[in-house]
């Protein structure tokens, strides 16, 4: 069976992609994302969505109305970020990932892993530093397309002539419905013929 991993990382806020060494000034978890299929049968192997606790951080305000998390939320039901962040790096052990934004998805938790250094291996840290086995669902878009494409652009694209197979087009796409959306627009590109990496 070949695995394949979607997974969608909501933050704090934006990478300082200056100063990425300095890892605790960077974003940290807000909500994780992840949906583990067999790519050819697109069957749903597991998955999970968590809510990340702050633990000397703040949920923005912003982002109860991007990814559905407010700062209390978040303190009441959320689990820390290393073990979230552990069950990702086990879930995608041993398969392809896909993001619809690769290189921030990747950033994102890159700079998680190097912020818990006696948790996360070097070769943690490298597997989500190179694009090896990352697809990046946005590139499949913009290729297939003629240009870059937001995630609601894409999904119209290819899915909005099959409402009866995948459900209704959403009309606003969150933090809490992306990873579901970059699978199945995912797969509607591979059967499209739309190029990979």
Known sequence: MNKITFYHACATGDIEWKKLIEFRKDPHLVRLQAIQCDSDTEEILQKFDLIIKPL???VPPESA????VDHELAEDIGIPEVLALEMLIDLTAGGDRVCYDRYLGME???VGLE???GTFSREDIDRWS?????ICARLMANNAMGGVCSLMRAYNY?????LNKVGPVPKKI?????VD???KLYFAMKKSGSKFR
């Not at 290819?158 to 099959?162: D, I, P, V």
């Open 115 to 117: 912020r818990y250094p």
């Open 174 to 178: 969150n933090g809490k419905s992306s």
């Open 158 to 162: 290819f899915l909005g002539n099959q």
């Open 108 to 110: 994102i938790i890159k």
């Open 65 to 68: 109305q991007l990814y559905g």
């Open 130 to 134: 190179d694009g090896y086995g990352h």
């Open 181 to 183: 959306i970059c699978m």
């Open 56 to 58: 000397g951080w703040e």
